[in-house]
């Protein structure tokens, strides 16, 4: 008998008769011979309209109010869950993060899970019950609610998915899976039946939104196989699991984009040692997460430290670094918030040469012109106009054929 | 330093300029220089929503399930009060019921408190900080979230002004205190400065909604001081306390009226011993509870028993009546959902005599039918017709002189 974790996001729980076709579907599976344990997010929109509140009540609450407050939603999704299950004839029952024993470090808004206990569902599961779980939140050692930041559902059900151990996660969402890129991009992007965990950690932090990195992140450490499928149809979603043979073949799996970077320059510093720690350190002191560095050197010796921040924390970077560049003498600070981030990813990348000048060509003849590039062993990005961005996706899709090309030796 | 338990309502906390009112008074409590413990139920509509999204996911919501979704709703004013204290910079920190050891039974819905645990809020107060407590909700022995029913905000108030012990507990409501009648059909009632625990009782279970029945058992039992006021003005409200040598000379305190409950009537059964508790025990195992009860034996020498229930729980008690009846041989059954039952209180009542000729003088006066009457010690209700029910009340309140008795004696 199978244990499957499944998840279901704010949008598949939205409203009274979505939780009902949610509970069809547990029960689709509990029929099919399984254990079932359920991770649900809050309902629709209920996450911002509580934050909104907070933020009526007070200019910075607290963490811990803030992860009292909020930790509420997912509660009413499991006890609605529950009853609609109950409602139909199946036995559930449903647990807070606190009551199923996930247990988190005591950083409020975006603590991390610590551990979780396997018991409390097992005895559940046992009884013959299908067991749902409040995603997003946990206890901290102090038995104070936690929460895991925005999309830390997904983290909750590859945690449970870990500790059981369950035989597949399922993530279900609003899209049919993991696309060769953004089907209202382009038209002709494929949903890849498989990928790796690296190609789907990659594609995560280059923009694409279905799964949360961490998730990711804690299913390849612990080898759990996810799959990402609709909520709204029958059909097989995409895979991620580890790396295999047969997945080598494809060159790049997908193209993703971000939109939500912006560019900052240090331009015209001495090109001495300490210079870049300097500036990383400052930033990261005031929680600034910086994505892309590109350093070059001038040929009058002088260097420029380029590099991407998300843009809602453009403007505290932009104080940071021009007070460091004027403490180390730099001639200008520059800042763009009108760039976007296009990378292609793919496991393939490895082992087939030509992928960069491939991409750098397709840009180049669309007349595209690249302000920044990065590339990771599996991954290449081009930072380029905003205005592009879409344009940009569409050539680079084309350039790789990835509207028709064939997954050989994969899952479908 | 005094400790203060301060209870606000569901419309105290509607919205988050409301809840910001209520963190400014509860500041003026902290700076007068006591140690305050704040207990908060829902935000306005908010657990008829949950309730409204329960019955549209179930028809028959489980009470565990049902626990879990509506306690979240005190969960939300818990933490919006602690952040918008903390805006005007007073320090404070909120509770679940479970968290501050509100242990119930497990009578899911309706659960009764066992404990509550005062180190926890000490170590707080300690700390000068403002405790924030989730009203209506606890946690029974298997670590359950349990609920205490409608009002149970209240009981959660008394519950832990007993524990602390606190010097008194206010009950912050939308009206300014208790009235000798409802101001909206009596408009000459006046605020009453004191009321006994009985006479608080009395009025409770008459109908009066402006205080939970089960808090004031709990107050008399504990002795614990409760202040009724409005969250909207400064002005003291109505103390209820033990009934004080000055309070007797009060003959009647309040008249009031209640719409919710209906008549049934099992005519012409046999007078032999057991019929009426062969009807009650079948009612009461239905848990349906029933409030007047009167029986009288007729010309024929055949019984009549008359009493009340819930409007909701009319159908059923009918059926239930109807069967216990045809069993009996009983001529016929009758209902009628078109009453109304009005009552008056006072602990005067006691040493008075002629009290009961007064009102049924008045309501015969005015040509207004008794269906009913019980009496205890320091009531007297009369089931009148629903369509005369408001005239009822007026009249007896004007037969009392209650719009203009001066109260002496008593803390104003």
Redesign the interface.
């Known amino acids: 008998m199978a244990i499957i974790v499944q998840k279901y996001g704010g949008t598949s729980v939205a409203n009274?008769d979505k939780?009902?076709r949610v509970?069809a579907r547990v029960a689709r599976t509990k029929d099919q011979g399984n254990k079932v344990v359920v991770v649900v997010s809050a309902l629709g929109q209920t996450t911002d309209e509580?934050v909104a509140?907070?933020h009526?009540?007070?200019?910075?609450?607290?963490g811990?109010?803030?992860d009292?407050?909020v930790?509420?939603g997912e509660?009413?999704s499991?006890?609605?869950?529950?009853?609609?299950l109950?409602?139909i004839g199946y036995d559930a029952?449903?647990f807070?993060g606190s009551?199923v024993g996930i247990v988190t470090d005591s950083s409020h808004t975006r603590a991390r899970i610590i551990s979780a206990d396997r018991k409390r569902m097992m005895r559940e599961l046992d009884k013959d019950r299908v067991v749902i779980v409040a995603g997003f939140q946990g206890v901290s050692e102090g038995?104070e609610?936690t929460t895991l930041g925005r999309g830390g559902s997904d983290t909750t059900a590859v945690a449970l998915a870990t500790v059981l151990p369950a035989d597949v996660c399922e993530i279900y969402t609003d899209v049919d899976g993991v696309f060769t890129a953004d089907p209202r991009i382009v038209p002709n992007a494929r949903k890849m039946p498989a990928v790796s965990y690296d190609e789907m950690l990659e594609l995560a932090s280059a923009g694409a939104k279905v799964l949360h990195l961490r998730a990711v992140e804690l299913a390849k450490n612990y080898d759990v196989k996810l799959h990402v499928r609709s909520s709204f149809t029958e059909e097989e979603g995409t895979v991620v699991v580890a790396e295999t043979q047969e997945m080598e073949r494809v060159m790049i799996g997908g193209v993703s984009l971000d939109k939500e970077e912006a560019k900052l320059s240090l331009a015209g510093v001495p090109d001495v040692p300490g210079i870049a720690a300097k500036l990383f350190t400052a930033l990261a002191d005031c929680g600034i997460n910086v994505d892309m560095i590109v350093q070059s050197v001038g040929e009058d010796g002088l260097n420029t430290i380029s590099f991407t921040v998300t843009k809602s924390d453009l403007r505290l970077a932009l104080q940071i670094t021009e007070k460091v560049g004027a403490e180390l003498g730099a001639k200008r600070v520059e800042s763009d918030p009108g760039i976007a981030k296009v990378s292609a990813v793919g496991a393939g990348m490895r082992s087939h040469s030509g992928v960069a000048a491939k991409m750098f060509r397709a840009l180049g003849d669309a007349g595209i012109n690249i302000h920044m590039i990065s590339t990771s062993e599996i991954k290449l990005s081009c930072v380029v106009d905003e205005s592009r961005a879409e344009e940009a996706v569409q050539v680079v899709h084309e350039a790789f054929k990835l509207g028709t090309l064939t997954v050989e030796g994969t899952a479908e």
């Open positions: 009274a939780i009902k509970a509580l509140l907070a009526q009540v007070a200019k910075e609450p607290s811990r109010e803030f009292m407050l930790s509420t509660q009413v499991i006890a609605l869950l529950a009853m609609a109950h409602d029952i449903s807070t009551q038995q609610i």
